[in-house]
């Protein structure tokens, strides 16, 4: 399994920062929970990149945020190992890819 390290983030979506200097670590988690949470246009660098979960929580579909997740996880470079999609429930099994 592929490690990545970054600057990681709080769960105000802030840098984190501790003793004045950033904190770099496993990104897996964060680069999943940001690239769920984004919609396209969102991040002004990739503005294509994002699943858009919020838009998907009212519809019905699954098939669709299926398909959004395994591509948008695919263009950026996570290997989705598992995924089930529930009416209340989200689980995702991810790596990051070669």
């Given amino acids: 399994m592929i490690i990545k390290r970054d600057i990681l983030i709080c769960e105000d979506y802030d840098l984190l920062i501790t003793d004045g200097d950033f904190v770099i670590g496993n990104c897996l988690d964060q680069q999943v929970a940001l690239l769920l949470l984004a919609s396209p246009g969102d991040i002004r660098s990739a503005p294509e990149n994002g699943?858009?979960?919020?838009?998907?929580l009212l519809g019905e579909d699954n098939d669709d945020l299926n398909a959004a997740i395994r591509f948008q996880f695919k263009k950026?470079?996570?290997?989705?190992?598992?995924?089930?999609?529930?009416?209340?429930?989200?689980?995702?099994?991810?790596e990051h890819d070669s």
């Fill in 51 to 56: 699943v858009g979960l919020p838009e998907f």
């Fill in 76 to 94: 950026d470079n996570l290997k989705l190992r598992k995924i089930k999609i529930t009416s209340t429930q989200l689980t995702l099994d991810a």
